[in-house]
Every structure is written in C-alpha cells, then in structure tokens.
C-alpha cells in the first residue's frame, strides 16, 4: 500500500509541476477584444494586468468550458502512457506475487511432500513390490 501511495505522489507532483509550467501559458495568448496591454506572463511585454479578478475568472471559464483538442489529445495521449506504464507494473507485480506464492506452496505443503516420499518408494519397489517370474 506505502508503494502505491508513493507512486500517487509522484505522480501528482508531476502533474502539478507540469501545470504550474505549462497552464500559466494557456490563456496567456488569447487576443482580447478591446484594446487593454497585455498580462505581464507574456513572453513578449512586460507591463501591469489591468484586469481584474473577475475578469480574470470569467477568461478562465471561457477558456475550460471551451473545446479544446489539441490538448485534449495531448492529455488522453499521456494518460494512456501513464496508465501503460502503470498496468506494466502492475502485470509485473502481480507476477512476482505468483512466483512468490507458487514457490512457497511447494516449499511449505506437507501432503505432497508425503505423497513424493510414497511415491519415491513405490517407483524403487521397496514397498509393494511386483515379481515378474
């Protein structure tokens, strides 16, 4: 359980660097309709945001409630890698727990050991011996 919730972390740690990189650039290069001087994220100004908090808001909304694809492929994309990834660990340690359990079933059973023990007998005819004369 600790492993998983280790990979959970990391994972949304990523995801929050990734955001906090990337997602102030989304809505940086709209073109607004009136004529107010760029936000100061823009690469290509420096000045003061002359918008407001609402104003701020309502960009954000129009800007999600939008239909974007090329991030939304990119998103499905990297999280059908992700999940690959994740579905490969799994399948691993799923397996390594079937290893480990097939090994301790035939090192800890008590009935096969004692049927293996009759069976070594039978096969060099010290019990129940068949005479061929």
């Not at 102030?24 to 760029?38: E, I, R, T, Y």
């Not at 096969?112 to 069976?119: A, G, Q, S, T």
């Amino acid at each position: 359980m600790r492993l998983f919730l280790r990979h959970n972390i990391a994972i949304l740690l990523a995801v929050f660097i990734i955001m906090a990189s990337f997602g102030v650039q989304l809505g940086m290069s709209q073109l607004v309709s009136d004529a107010k001087p760029p936000c100061p994220f823009m690469g290509e100004a420096m000045s003061l945001c002359p918008m407001s908090v609402m104003d701020h808001i309502s960009s954000w909304k129009q800007m999600f409630s939008a239909l974007p694809t090329v991030e939304l492929l990119t998103v499905i994309l990297a999280t059908v890698i992700i999940a690959s990834f994740c579905l490969k660990k799994i399948a691993d340690g799923a397996a390594v727990r079937l290893a480990y359990w097939y090994h301790y079933y035939k090192k800890k059973r008590t009935l096969e050991k004692f049927f293996n023990y009759f069976n070594s007998l039978f096969s060099q005819g010290i019990l129940h011996p068949e005479l061929y004369a």
